[in-house]
């Protein structure tokens, strides 16, 4: 096979770019107009407008890709400041030169930035950031920036994304490609024409003949915002972009074929893979400590997992590549993601349990696109083991997830299994089980308005682990107090306990006392509130009026809420909240209200039942939460007895 780097040997040539392509302003000149801007007609909430983003790449005759970009944001409000805060990936082996930056005063005054206020940050094992901030920022100002990218890496370009979070005028990509060359374009929320490249022809001289290439040119102007909203995966997953891949190179004299199938990459990590999966005496003293022979292999499992999560320490860092092999890893009592995954499977292996490595990428990392066999897609490595038909997709990086379940930043549909032979994609089931918070409060109100409650809640399943997670970085009094105060802003926590943190596999249990000075209005002879419901919504998370992209729920779930209120002495429910009950195809919300004597009792369900809702379903979802925060206004009326 002929190498990649050999085909430089018989090229040369110049490509001849027209200039017709920058029509944008130059740098630093901007029209009165644009400054004297203070709101965007096209979108008055506008907090910036990104003016143009322009990008131009061309192959060098040295077979090394060069890009220049300028990039051009008018500032509208304090919050679009933020747009200064600039960062740039890049491929790990690329380099960014030349980067210019500054900020254009309403008043014409240009303020540069330094060189020295220019950083590099890793990200992990294959990209990079420049990081800087455009100095002197001030409201109705334009912010400006240009760099060069230089690449050798011409069979994966760097994808271009024409969206943003602010409203774009204009997105231009160009790329001069020799005709020696076929790349294949993936497309990624574009459709008709946004797909349909300008193209023109240029020649390139040389060797004593001329051949033709080809300019390409995507241009796309006024294109709306992508807010990054709840209940949303990967923000890059929704974006208007395209990707390339250099599928062959072709000329009189050499064919070579770069693009590669999923079983070529399989072949490429298993060979890897297989180096760092340990079963040496180390491990094996190991494994022989935990398990015995009369153990079932699921109770096998369960026990080495349980030991990598619980004693080995996790360290952040996002790769498919292990560094430390498992012995090491059990040696340091610490390892990354993949490294302590990768020491499940040896020990699980050395326990003569068949185990393999699953390449996935998470969920903020983004969508693997099955017909783009790229490994940079991934970003995460978790075990898979098969034990009586029953499979095992297994992540030992969260201290509070349970065996059998894996974290939600892994619930992602599906995942790319190594093995030595027929590596292929295979589904990650979602979690089918309805995971609940149940909430049972008992409280008494007074004649002078204050409330005094007991409460009592139980977490199952994924509400359990993510709760947990959230208490191991707080401080739990602290944290339950600034929940209680979501509901009753006067609200004084006077206890608290909490039951089976450290036992991942059973439900977590909190229960408290707090009280409320002024819970309640009282005039005359009534008395005014709104049900003691620690679970209602204080707000609606769908803002948004109108959403182009699916609402996804990492897992379903539900609230239970009941609340027994004893009434104050002397006084009669005179009014109460009517029976509701709101439902669509995966969604239901209850409340009911009851007055029996001197008690009041007050249920409250709300249940996410499907993972997807679709954006034709979003406003018929929006509206109801819309309904409930009103409807959850309705107050109770209290009057005293004649």
């Known amino acids: ?57 061309e192959i060098k005759n040295d077979f090394t890709l060069n890009m220049n970009r300028h990039k051009r944001i008018k500032i509208l409000t304090e919050e679009g400041k933020e747009a200064a805060d600039i960062k740039i990936p890049f491929y790990r082996t690329n380099k960014i030169t030349d980067i210019k930056a500054q900020t254009i005063l309403p008043n014409g005054k240009k303020i540069k930035l330094d060189n020295d206020n220019i950083f590099e940050e890793t990200l992990n094992r294959y990209w990079k950031q420049k990081v800087f901030a455009v100095p002197g920022v001030e409201v109705g100002a334009v912010i400006e920036y240009q760099y060069q990218l230089h690449s050798e890496n011409i069979w994966i370009l760097e994808p271009w994304y024409f969206q943003n979070q602010d409203y774009t005028l204009l997105s231009q990509f160009s790329i001069a ?39 390409f040119t995507w241009k796309i102007e006024h294109i709306a915002a992508l807010e990054k909203e709840p209940f949303m995966r990967s923000f890059d997953d929704y974006r208007m972009a395209m990707f390339f891949q250099l599928i062959e190179y072709r000329d009189p004299y050499v064919y070579y074929r770069f693009i590669k199938e999923w079983k070529d990459l399989a072949k490429t990590v298993y060979e890897d893979y297989e180096e760092h999966l340990d079963e040496n005496a180390t491990l094996r003293d190991k494994v022989a400590e935990l398990i015995s022979d009369t153990l079932h292999e699921s109770e096998k499992v369960k026990l080495i997992y349980d030991f990598v999560r619980d ?85 030992t990086c969260e201290k509070c997830c349970p065996f059998g379940e894996l974290p939600t930043r892994d619930i992602v549909g599906s995942g790319f299994l190594i093995l030595p032979e027929n ?104 008395i005014y509130f709104s049900p003691p419901q620690l679970t209602r919504l204080n707000k609606n998370p769908f803002k948004s009026e ?84 009103s409807f959850e206004e309705n107050q109770v009326v209290l009057k005293k007895s004649e």
């Open 1 to 57: 096979m002929i190498s990649p780097k050999w085909i430089v040997c018989w090229i040369f040539f110049v490509v001849l770019m027209p200039n017709f392509l920058f029509t944008q302003e130059k740098w630093g000149k901007v029209s009165k107009e644009i400054l004297a801007m203070s709101v965007f007609d096209n979108d008055t909430s506008a907090a910036a407008v990104v003016l143009f983003d322009v990008a131009k790449q």
């Open 177 to 215: 490609i020799d005709s020696h060359f076929n790349y294949h374009v993936f497309y990624q929320n574009m459709v008709g024409n946004q797909t349909v490249p300008f193209e023109e022809v240029f020649l390139i001289p040389g060797n004593g003949r001329t051949r033709k290439g080809k300019l």
């Open 311 to 395: 004693e080995i320490e996790t360290e952040w860092i996002y790769t498919i590549w292990p560094s430390k092999s498992p012995k090491d890893v059990l040696k340091d009592k610490k390892g990354k993601l993949a490294e302590k995954n990768m020491l499940l499977i040896s020990m699980l292996r050395r326990a003569g349990i068949e185990a393999h490595p699953m390449l996935i990428g998470t969920r903020q990392y983004g969508r693997v696109r099955t017909n783009w066999p790229q490994l940079q897609q991934f970003n995460h490595i978790i075990a898979f083991t098969e034990i009586e038909a029953e499979k095992y997709y297994l992540d």
């Open 423 to 526: 590596s292929d994609f295979h589904t990650i089931p979602a979690p089918r089980n309805i995971n609940m918070v149940a909430c049972q409060t008992d409280g008494e109100i007074n004649d002078d308005g204050s409330l005094v409650c007991t409460v009592s809640i139980r977490y199952d399943g994924y509400q359990a682990m993510e709760k947990r997670k959230k208490l191991a970085t707080e401080e739990k009094k602290e944290y339950y107090q600034e929940w209680i105060a979501e509901s009753f802003a006067e609200a004084v926590l006077d206890s608290l306990d909490i039951k089976n943190f450290e036992e991942v596999e059973l439900p977590l249990y909190v229960s408290m006392t707090f009280r409320v000075a002024n819970f309640a209005q009282v005039v005359d002879d009534f």
């Open 546 to 629: 109108k959403r182009s992209f699916p609402v996804e729920f990492t897992y379903l779930s539900g609230l239970n809420e009941d609340v027994n209120l004893k009434l104050p002495e002397g006084f009669e429910v005179d009014e109460i909240p009517p029976f509701q009950i709101m439902k669509v195809d995966g969604f239901h919300f209850l409340s009911d209200s009851k007055a029996d004597g001197e008690n009041l009792n007050f249920r409250r369900q709300y249940l996410i039942k499907k993972p997807i809702f679709y954006p034709n379903e979003y406003p018929q979802l929006r509206d109801l939460h819309a309904q409930i925060i």
